[in-house]
Structures are given as structure tokens and as C-alpha cells.
């Protein structure tokens, strides 16, 4: 966490920290605490619904919350991941209990559906596992220890959306944090805050509130504070009544919110006897203001905005869906270092620590019911997914970011029930679920993605438009959003992009035109079409930043277009593609599943990034070949107006950034690189001056490598003290085989362990090659035993590696 010490120290009682997971701290505030609870639970992998059963079994393992049963199974190589149900235990010491207060824990997030036992009585429990619940434990809880009994399910059932159908894992277990929160009995609570009628010189806050078990006498007191701590605006209110409106009107120089500068204030509400405290609560809020304008763009606080977005899902290598606070503020920090100012939360709402992040770090969310695919399902299905919605919008209701409540996505395909996909049944509950959204918060819009005949029932709509991925070329894409600007009032395009493999490079990507250009080698020039890019495209890093680069060029130059969100920001865990270049992993991302950046996320940040930087294309491309003479292009991403590149120490001209231009907005070189090490330099110089540089070195043949003959295996040593182990195909003259790309299969014999079902380039058993090499971290025991490692495919026999 990051915090101003001047804040710190002038505002300590406003300021609600939110703690890494597993790190146990308690939060105090006047009449109440909040203590995560995430240390020295238990877990047990058995599905029975006896909680004498669960408690007699003796298989029970130590673990610390957020956790998922399926941080590695749903990643593995073997089909299906387990979809059960599991059990958690902790033994929570309460050295008192107070009479006058109440006690209850919040789970930020159990996935699927949850039964709470407290001391061997059911406390209650929940459905849906994207979204927190409270549970009240004041009748079930004495002095000194108790247990807790969490049974939790995330098995098959198609009365709880998100379906199973979905493209993506439906990871089981507490999967974020919990927390033992204390009140007392008359306390507050629901505040809910909006921001009406904001302008540029003034604006109104209103908020509601409830009081529950109010007494005679008390009272209320309101105070509007800045983000120094100064207070702003206070009222004292009295003869009050439960349900409460409390009114700032007319407040001067307000700051304002936005993607730049999210400037954010604190509302504290304190419950008063007396004048003394006993009880107080706070929200953090920014001011500010949206529209889209009808077949036009997107403002905030009156000004043009351009939505530059990507996606997210709630999954990291290693540990599925159960992240770390740390984890999901670095992937929000790494998607705004990108220069994005628009994030679509996919396909379910997130950890409060990522909309925290956005509040505080400037980004816009569409925020997501996981209505998605399945149809419509039965009355219980219905009632499940309306409930759904609303627990969304009470609990993210104060977030400045959020300015659409999605609806769902693919809402028709694959239904789960019969006649699911009956779109005029669809229609009818569709409207009750968007009129509901707007009761329940007037002040957003609702959107929907890929459902078109329901796109006059949302605000905004998002068709499907992939172009050269699933269909067309990349280049018909200002053609597409010219269609459908016309078609939908506010069109917003979430959803492009195609797969990449770290690593795997071509000298002749495909084309926007859908062809892939003869090499240099052939006698004559050849050409072959390419139909489906998504089924026979090489899924080369260079094709994707190609596909990239054009579709920012036409949104950056287009002044009445929304923006769009591009799919998806990491690379994520699928059921539904164990045929990948990395089984079972959705390689759409701009970064890997371990947040590591591919090519890709250096197009984005060059049209949006404020901080200079240049980067050459490609850090994982330093082996490349080609015929004598043959000249080839280098491109080189940056943000600054002009970049000089330098080849073994030699000025190859300056160039000027154009981002009309393509690729690369201009900054694009031909060049000869000589036979063996090659030194490229390219230097950027902002518009002060200022300079930033990057550098790669390469090694260039003249000679093409023949057929694969065989397998090596190399090693190096990594700074954690691990192994990283690289397989090279071969020809018969020893040179690596630029142009393979079949699957190897690694194992660790003995002597250590292989880092596998991680989903990352470095952390798969099973792996398509990259240019002709693959790797695997190996954690190894001790050096007193050797570390033997094997990598075979259907082509080669097992090829073996021994570290003494």
C-alpha cells in the first residue's frame, strides 16, 4: 500500500487500510473494529454436507486465506479441474464478548455458493462467488474459542450464473479475504453517496444512510474532508429518524475526479450520544460527471475523453483466482502504467482492492453481472441473478470509477436450460434486470456485449468486432466502427485482439490483407492466404503488434469515436482451450499470466503512455536468419516525437513520430544486419530534450536451418537460485530450427521439481516451442543429489540433462 505520511499523520482515524492478504491487522474506529482474519484457517478436500464428518476426518492441511482448490489443477495437462465441494476451518480466539455489540465477519468473495457454521450452528450463508456477503455471528459466538466451518461449492449448477460454458476456470474456495468486524448495536450503516449536479464551480453531495436500533437522543454528525485532511464542510443533524439523507450543497472549488488527477475526499458520519462517538463510518468519493453523446464520443466532466481500455480477469500464475491484495494492485498499477484510462472488469465483479486501485488510480470500470452464456434459466435462476445485481450495485455503488453496470455478455449462447436461448423470453427478463439497475442506481448507464437484440434495451452497446482474428483482416476496422457508430447511439467496442505465444516470432507476419509474404529464400515470390487467422495463424508476437498497432491507429485518429477495450490485458486460465500453445491458457494478453509483458504492451503504451520510453521490436527475438543481402524491417515503439536508430554503432536516421503513420507510427527502419552479433541502439527525445534509450543485440545467419533433427537441453542459473532448463530443436548441422513450433513435453526425473501448471512460458509441463526453444523453471532440492531433467515429443526420443 502506498500512502502520504502528512495523511497518514493528520488523517489516521479517516483512513481505512485495506492490508496485503494474510496478514492479519485490525482497523478501529469509534464503537467498531474490522480484523482480517485470513491466518491459520485449515482446508478439506471432501464434499460432505456433515460438519461431524468434516470434523472427524484427519486430512486436514494448514493453509492461509485468500486459497482455491484449483490454483494448479485447473492448469495442469489433464482435462477437467476439480468442481466439488470443499471445507475451511479456523479456531477464532474472541477474548470477550461484549453485549452491547455485534459481531460478524465479511467474506470478500467465496466461490460458488457457501454454508457458514459457527460453533456448530448454521449462521447462514451465500450464492454467487463474485461478491462479498456479511454474516451475523452475535448469537453463535462465547468467550474464548470458537470454530468456524465454511463448506463451500463450486460444482456444476446451472442456477448460478456465471455458467460452466463460460471461457473461463470457476475457481473453488475462499478466494479473497475475510474479515471479524465488531459494532455496537445501534449503529450505521448502507451509506450509500452521489453526486449530483457537478459543474466546473460547484457541486451537491448526497448521501443516505441507515440507523438501525436508534435511540432517543442521538444524533448525527457529516464532515466532508479533503484528501489533506482538511475538513471542507460539516452539519450536525438532529431528530433524526432510521433512514437518514444528508445534503452538501452549493460546495466552491471543488476538485474534480478524472483519469488524470482522481482527486479523492472522504465523508465521515459519526452516530453521537451526548456528543460522544459511537459509531462512525466513512467512504472515500470523487466528484465528477459522464456522458455519451448520442452517435458520438465520451466526455468527462465535460471534456472529450477517449476511452482507452483493456480487460481484466481475477486470476494470477500460481494461484488462480485466491490473489493477494499486492497482486491485484500491481496488475491495476501495470494496466495504468500502460497509459489505459478504462478497465472492463470480465466477466464478474472483482477483489475490493481493484476498485480501490481504480479509484485512486484514475480508471474508468465497467463493472459486469456474470450473466454470461448459459441463456435464461429457470425462476430460481432468475431470482439467483437479480439478487446478484443488486448486491453489485449496493456494495460498488460509491466507487468514482465506475460508470456502467454491464448486464452480461454472449448472454444467449449455449443455454443451460431448454429453450434458454428464446430471445423474446430473454428481452422481457433483460428489461427487468436493466430497469431494476436503474432504480437501484440512476445515476450510471447499464451496457451489454454481443447480444444484439437486446441493444435497445441497455444505454450502451458493445457488438462483436474481431477483425483479423475470427474473421476479416484488421484493416476493415474503421469500416466496421463506421457501420456501427451509426447504428447504436452509444457504441462502445469491447472486445478485440488475437493470441500470441511469448517468444514466437516471424520475419513475414501476416498481412492486413490476410496473406503471408514469401520469406526471401524461395526462388519466387509465394503466397498463401490465410482464412481463419485464430485456427491457422502462427500466433507470432509480430502479427499481433501488427494487428494492434492498426486498430490504435484508427481509434487515436478518430474524434467521434467512444474508444474501445481490448481483449484481455493478462493471459488467462480456460477449460475450454487445452489445445494452446500453453494448454489450457487463454493467450490473448498483452502481458503472461505471471504479468510478465509481451510485445504487444508496448503499442499501447506508445499511444498512451505520458512517461517517455522507446522499446525495439523484439526483446525475445535476439536469433534470426535470412538470405544475404536481404534487407529487413525494425520498428521501434515509443511515445517520444522523434526516435534515432543505431545499428552495430552506426546512425540509421532520425525519425519522426506520425501516429497516422504504419506500423509503428513512422518509427520504422530497413536495414542489413551482418552475419553473427548485431548491436541495435534507438534513442528518443522527448519534447524538452530529454533522451531514453533501449538496446538489443542480436545474432543474424545467413544460412536457413534444415529439418529438426533432434533436442538439447541447456541450463542457466537463476537469481532465485532455481534452474531455468531450455530445450533447442536442432538440425542435423547442429543450428537451431527457427521455424519449429511443435509441442515438448518437459519432466523433472530427480533431484528437484518443475514448476509446471502455472500457464506461463516458463511454468508448463507441456508447451508448443518458440522459434525452435522452449523452457521450464526447476526448483531443485539440494546440491548433494544430481538434477536429471527429460524433454521428448512425438518427433524425438527423451533428451536428458544432468546437473551434478
Known amino acids: 500500500m502506498k500512502f502520504s505520511i502528512s495523511v497518514l499523520k493528520k488523517s489516521l482515524f479517516l483512513i481505512c487500510v485495506i492490508m496485503v492478504s494474510c496478514n492479519a491487522t485490525t482497523e478501529k474506529k469509534q464503537g467498531r473494529s474490522k480484523t482480517n482474519i485470513n491466518k491459520e484457517w485449515q482446508y478439506l478436500e471432501n464434499n460432505t454436507n456433515s460438519t461431524a464428518q468434516a470434523l472427524a476426518l484427519a486430512s ?7 486459497h482455491t482448490w484449483n490454483a494448479l489443477d485447473a492448469t495442469d495437462v489433464t482435462p477437467g479441474y476439480r468442481r466439488s465441494a470443499g471445507w475451511y476451518k479456523k479456531e477464532l480466539n474472541i477474548p470477550t464478548v461484549a453485549s452491547n455489540q455485534i459481531y460478524q465477519l465479511y467474506f470478500e468473495g467465496v466461490n460458488i455458493t457457501s454454508e457458514v457454521y459457527v460453533n456448530g450452528k448454521n449462521v447462514g450463508g451465500h450464492i454467487g462467488g463474485y461478491i462479498g456477503f456479511n454474516i451475523d455471528i452475535t448469537d453463535a459466538i462465547s468467550q474464548g474459542n470458537n470454530t468456524i466451518l465454511v463448506r463451500v461449492d463450486n460444482g456444476n449448477n446451472p442456477e448460478v450464473i456465471p455458467s460452466q460454458k463460460s471461457d473461463f476456470f470457476i475457481f473453488g474456495g475462499i478466494t479473497r479475504d475475510v474479515w471479524l468486524e465488531t459494532f455496537p448495536k445501534e449503529h450505521l450503516s448502507n451509506l450509500k453517496v452521489s453526486t449530483p449536479n457537478v459543474t466546473n464551480n460547484n457541486a451537491n453531495l448526497l448521501a443516505t444512510l441507515t440507523i438501525n436500533n436508534l435511540s432517543d437522543n442521538s ?9 489533506n485532511g482538511t475538513e471542507i464542510q460539516s452539519q450536525k443533524l438532529e431528530n433524526i429518524n432510521s433512514n437518514l439523507e444528508i445534503s452538501f450543497n452549493d460546495l466552491k472549488d471543488i476538485k474534480l475526479w478524472d483519469t488524470d488527477n482522481p482527486y479523492l475526499y472522504t465523508l465521515k458520519v459519526q452516530l453521537l450520544q451526548n456528543d460522544t462517538t459511537i459509531d462512525e463510518i466513512s467512504e472515500s468519493i470523487g466528484f465528477r460527471w459522464f456522458e455519451f453523446k448520442d452517435y458520438g464520443a465520451f466526455y468527462l466532466n465535460g471534456k472529450r475523453l477517449l476511452l482507452r481500455g483493456t480487460h481484466r480477469h481475477e486470476e494470477h500464475a500460481g494461484v488462480g483466482a485466491a490473489m493477494s491484495n499486492a497482486q491485484h494492485r500491481a496488475d491495476m498499477e501495470l494496466i495504468k502504467d500502460m497509459g489505459a484510462n478504462f478497465v472492463r472488469l470480465a466477466h464478474y465483479p472483482q477483489d475490493p482492492e481493484v476498485y480501490k486501485a481504480c479509484n485512486e488510480l484514475g480508471l474508468l ?39 456502467l453496470w454491464s448486464l452480461g455478455n454472449e448472454i444467449y449462447w449455449l443455454p443451460d436450460f431448454e429453450n434458454g436461448d428464446d430471445r423474446a423470453a430473454i428481452n422481457t427478463y433483460l428489461k427487468e434486470l436493466n430497469d431494476y439497475a436503474h432504480e437501484l442506481d440512476p445515476s450510471r448507464k447499464t451496457a451489454i456485449r454481443k447480444y444484439y437484440e437486446g441493444a435497445d434495451i441497455v444505454d450502451v452497446f458493445s457488438p462483436s468486432i474481431w477483425s483479423g482474428w475470427y474473421s476479416g483482416s484488421y484493416k476493415s476496422y474503421q469500416k466496421a466502427i463506421d457501420t456501427y457508430k451509426k447504428e447504436y447511439p452509444h457504441f462502445l467496442h469491447t472486445e478485440y485482439g488475437g493470441s500470441s505465444h511469448l517468444g514466437r516470432h516471424t520475419e513475414n507476419p501476416i498481412t492486413g490483407e490476410g496473406k503471408i509474404q514469401a520469406d526471401g529464400w524461395e526462388e519466387a515470390i509465394v503466397q ?42 493478462k493471459d488467462f486460465g480456460t477449460p475450454l482451450r487445452p489445445e494452446n500453445a500453453i494448454p489450457y491458457m487463454n493467450q490473448k494478453g498483452l502481458v503472461d499470466r505471471a504479468g510478465n509483458p509481451k510485445d504487444a504492451f ?81 534513442i528518443g527525445k522527448t519534447k524538452e530534450g530529454k533522451t531514453v534509450e533501449d538496446a538489443l543485440t542480436l545474432n ?105
Not at 470500470?365 to 449496493?394: A, F, Q, S, Y
Open 219 to 227: 444524533t448525527i454528525k457529516a464532515i466532508l474532508i479533503d484528501k
Open 365 to 403: 470500470v465497467w463493472d459486469e453481472l456474470p450473466w454470461c452464456r448459459g441463456g435464461l434459466g429457470n425462476e430460481t435462476w432468475k431470482k439467483n441473478t437479480k439478487t446478484m445485481l443488486k448486491e453489485i450495485i449496493h456494495q460498488n455503488y460509491n466507487h468514482p470509477s465506475i460508470i
Open 528 to 569: 498463401t492466404d490465410v482464412a481463419n487467422i485464430a485456427q491457422i495463424g502462427d500466433w507470432s508476437e509480430n502479427y499481433i503488434v501488427d494487428l494492434f498497432d492498426w486498430h490504435l491507429r484508427i481509434s487515436e485518429n478518430d474524434s467521434t469515436f467512444v474508444g474501445n477495450a481490448q481483449w484481455a490485458f
Open 60 to 66: 486436514w492441511q494448514d493453509i492461509n486465506l485468500p
Open 602 to 682: 508496448y503499442v499501447f503504451k506508445s499511444y498512451w503512455s505520458k512517461a517517455p520510453f522507446t522499446y525495439i521490436e523484439s526483446h525475445t527475438w535476439t536469433e534470426r536468419q535470412g538470405p544475404k543481402g536481404l534487407s529487413r524491417s525494425v520498428s521501434v515503439y515509443s511515445n517520444c516525437p522523434e526516435v534515432e536508430l543505431f545499428l552495430n554503432g552506426k546512425s540509421l536516421g532520425v525519425k519522426k513520430r506520425d501516429i497516422k503513420a504504419f506500423p509503428a507510427a513512422g518509427l520504422n527502419w530497413d536495414l542489413n544486419f551482418k552475419e553473427g552479433e548485431n548491436k541495435l541502439l534507438a
Open 700 to 804: 543474424y545467419r545467413f544460412t536457413k536451418n534444415g529439418k529438426a533433427k533432434g533436442l538439447k537441453l541447456e541450463y542457466t542459473k537463476l537469481e532465485n537460485g532455481n534452474y531455468l532448463i531450455t530445450a533447442i530443436a536442432h538440425d542435423s548441422e547442429g543450428l537451431r530450427c527457427l521455424d519449429y513450433e511443435s509441442r515438448v513435453y518437459f519432466q523433472c526425473l530427480s533431484g528437484g521439481e518443475a514448476y509446471k501448471s502455472l500457464g506461463t512460458p516458463t511454468g508448463s509441463e507441456s508447451i508448443e516451442m518458440a522459434n525452435g526453444k522452449a523452457s521450464i523453471e526447476v526448483k531443485r532440492h539440494n546440491s548433494e543429489a544430481p538434477l536429471e531433467v527429460m524433454v521428448l515429443n512425438q518427433n524425438f526420443k527423451g533428451t536428458y540433462l544432468t546437473i551434478e
